[in-house]
Every structure is written in structure tokens, then in C-alpha cells.
């Protein structure tokens, strides 16, 4: 800057040595569960949109159960015919072991039975000659009416049969959870994919899944969406929601959103709370625990009851962004839910909040509303949500 030549008083602007403190983000949950598909070990995969999430994991939202249904028994033939021709179809090593024109002879005959058009025997022998001659660990995707079925192996293991990368119609909890947190004010989340042929509790302590979450600062919610999918024991289901508090407990920046089964009535949760945490403990104070489930329309058009792990992660974002994280999340109405299908009494509610269990509850003209905002603590430095989230 040129020196001031003329007279007048000047005013120089000098930077501080003092910084300011940069803004943290509060709205970040992070979703373990089981995707349509079945995963290999992967980092968590950051979504900000439905749409991402669909295109991220081939989510297929246009066909429904009896249609899925029927698209297996259309492609299983196929799947026992060509199951070696799945095999590393881009392997740079292919070329070198068949010549260019069987291999473009099978990919012929293999796109021509992916469109349900006549192949000759000859044409099929010849095109399983020429699979059984590839070799590797790589599978590539079909395409069904021009789009692709499922990715290719960079994400996802070698199965036996093409029936175990067809959408399963109960894997719908992830996916549920994930709508449910956009529908309701949610920015971005982090999605962890799990293994359902293996125990859930070995998959929540594997190296790919709350431990990969400790590199992530910014992930400020855990919940396990599918924590009740394979089995409804309440035994079972403390022992898993005791590793994702712990977890949680041991970051110090993030809370812990679950639910007890879904059918149980309030009466009965005494002993899927006896499984909890001692409310005193320190343990209670990142658990924050909702009830009832919640009937929802379905990301494929077809109804179904999910648990609200989902909903109200975005319920605590859109909180953040409208008031700020001091405010309690509770009054607020839950978004892209038709029901719940256990409508609560003041009593009852009053039974559950001294519990530490937030309800889910309908009201005349005011709809479905989040009724509380506790974690399990009886600490009353620590009660409340947006208490334990901004300390």
C-alpha cells in the first residue's frame, strides 16, 4: 500500500493477534446397518442427500417386495449358468488369456439372456468355455432394463449366487433411518454398512465399524438402526447398545440414539431398561432413548414400522440449525411419519420419563410431536440432551 501523500487523518487496520474460535458442526450423525446388498470392509461413507445414498448403494426404490421377488426367480437360472462369467470381466489380465473375439462373443451372449433374448446351446457352451477361462476376485454388474443391479467388487464381496445381491425386503432399517434423517432437517451423515451373516455384536466391535468412527471428529450422533432386525431379545440388544455407548463415552463428542424392540408395550420395557446402564453411571449420560417405533410410508411405497433412530437424529439437526444446540429437541414435530402404532397416556409418559425414555406422542391439532429430550441420567447436571451435547 502506497504511503498517504496528502493531509487528513488515516485509519490502518491491523489484524489481531487473538483468533477466533472456529465454529463447530453438531448435526453429523453416523448410521451402522445393513444395506440392500451385502458389503466388504470399507471406510463410513459420508452422504448428504437421499438421492446420494440411493446412487451410493444401488438402493433400488422402484420395485416393490413381489417384484423383487420375481426378478430373482427371472435371474437365478442365469446366476447357475454364468456364475463363473461374474468373474473379473475388467481384469487386466483377461486379454492376455482369451482372445478378443470370444471374449467379445460372451459378453454378447451374456447381455443378450441379461435381456431375456433366445441363446442357442452352442452359444451358451461356448460362452461357459470361455468363463470358465477367467480368472481373479472381481465380479462386475448386470445390467437389468439398462441399469445396473447391484456395484461392482470394489465394495462388495464374491457370493456363491446372484440371489445374495438382490435387495433383501427386510433390509429396509438403514435406509429407513437414513430418509428419515433428511425428511427431517438432516444436512449430512455418515453411513457404516454391516455384515448380517454375522453376529451384530462381532460386527460392532470389528476394525470396519465404531472403530473406523473414532478417526471421524465430526460425527456427533451413533445410531444402529438394525440393533432389533435379527433378533428381539432384550439381552441380546443391551449388550449391543452397551458397545455403541461405550464408544460414544469414550469419544466424549457424541451421543448415542436407541430404541428398546418394537414390541414391546410400555408395561413391559422393565426388562429391556434393567439392561441399560445404571442411570447414575457415566454411561447414561450419552444414551439418549426413544419410544414408541414409527409407521412410515416406505422409501419403496410400501408401509412399514422402522425404529426413529433416524428421524430423530434429524430432529436434533434441524434443532441445531433453527435455535442452536443449547435448545432441547423436544416439541417438535417428526417429519415423513404416518403413525405410531402405540399412542401413550400422560400417565404412561410420566412412568417412561422418570425412567429416562423420551416419548413419541400425538396430540389434537399439533400432530406427532418428540416429547422429551432426556438422556438416562439421573444426574440432574447431565438430564437432559442438549445439556450433555453442548458441554
Request: charged share 25%.
Amino acid at each position: 500500500m502506497s504511503p498517504d501523500l496528502a493531509p487528513g487523518v488515516f485509519v490502518k487496520e491491523l489484524p489481531s493477534g487473538v483468533r477466533t474460535i472456529t465454529g463447530a458442526g453438531t448435526s453429523t450423525p453416523a448410521f451402522l446397518g445393513y444395506a440392500v446388498t451385502k458389503p466388504v470392509a470399507a471406510p463410513p461413507v459420508k452422504v448428504r442427500s437421499w438421492n446420494q445414498y440411493v446412487e451410493a448403494y444401488h438402493f433400488r426404490t422402484d420395485l416393490t417386495e413381489e417384484q423383487i421377488a420375481e426378478e430373482l426367480d427371472r435371474l437365478r437360472p442365469l446366476a447357475a449358468d454364468f456364475a463363473e462369467a461374474d468373474r473379473a470381466l475388467r481384469e487386466e489380465a483377461v486379454p492376455s488369456k482369451i482372445t478378443e473375439e470370444r471374449y467379445k462373443a460372451f459378453a454378447d451372449v451374456k447381455k443378450r439372456l441379461g435381456a431375456g433374448q433366445k441363446v442357442s446351446e452352442e452359444e451358451k457352451e461356448a460362452a461357459n468355455a470361455t468363463a470358465k477361462t477367467l480368472e481373479g476376485a472381481t465380479y462386475t454388474a448386470w445390467e437389468v432394463a439398462g441399469k445396473p443391479w447391484w456395484p461392482v467388487a470394489d465394495r462388495f464381496t464374491e457370493l456363491e449366487s446372484l440371489s445374495d445381491y438382490l435387495p433383501l425386503s427386510e433390509r429396509y432399517a438403514l435406509a429407513e433411518a437414513v430418509y428419515g434423517f433428511f425428511a427431517n432437517g438432516g444436512t449430512e451423515c455418515y453411513v457404516v454398512t454391516l455384515d448380517p451373516d454375522n453376529d451384530l455384536g462381532a460386527e460392532l466391535t470389528a476394525a470396519t465399524s465404531l472403530e473406523k468412527l473414532k478417526a471421524l471428529s465430526d460425527v456427533n450422533m451413533v445410531a444402529v438402526p438394525d440393533l432389533w432386525t435379527n433378533s428381539q431379545d432384550v439381552a441380546t440388544g443391551g449388550t449391543n447398545i452397551e458397545k455403541v455407548v461405550a464408544h460414544c463415552v469414550k469419544m466424549r463428542n457424541r451421543l448415542a440414539i436407541v430404541e428398546p424392540p418394537d414390541d414391546l408395550n410400555p408395561s413391559e420395557l422393565g426388562p429391556f431398561i434393567q439392561k441399560l446402564a445404571s442411570p447414575n453411571s457415566d454411561d447414561s449420560a450419552f444414551t439418549a432413548v426413544y419410544y414408541p417405533w414409527v409407521r412410515v410410508p416406505g422409501v419403496n411405497a410400501q408401509e412399514r414400522t422402522v425404529p426413529p433412530c433416524g428421524h430423530m437424529a434429524g430432529v436434533w439437526a434441524r434443532t441445531d440449525a433453527e435455535r442452536g444446540v443449547f435448545k432441547a429437541p423436544a416439541n417438535q414435530n417428526i417429519r415423513g411419519v404416518l403413525s405410531i402404532p402405540t399412542l401413550l397416556t400422560n400417565g404412561q409418559q410420566g412412568d417412561l420419563n422418570e425412567k429416562g425414555i423420551n416419548c413419541l406422542r400425538v396430540f389434537p391439532d399439533r400432530g406427532l410431536l418428540v416429547w422429551g429430550a432426556r438422556t438416562r441420567s439421573s444426574t440432574r447436571d447431565w438430564q437432559y440432551v442438549n445439556v450433555r451435547r453442548l458441554v
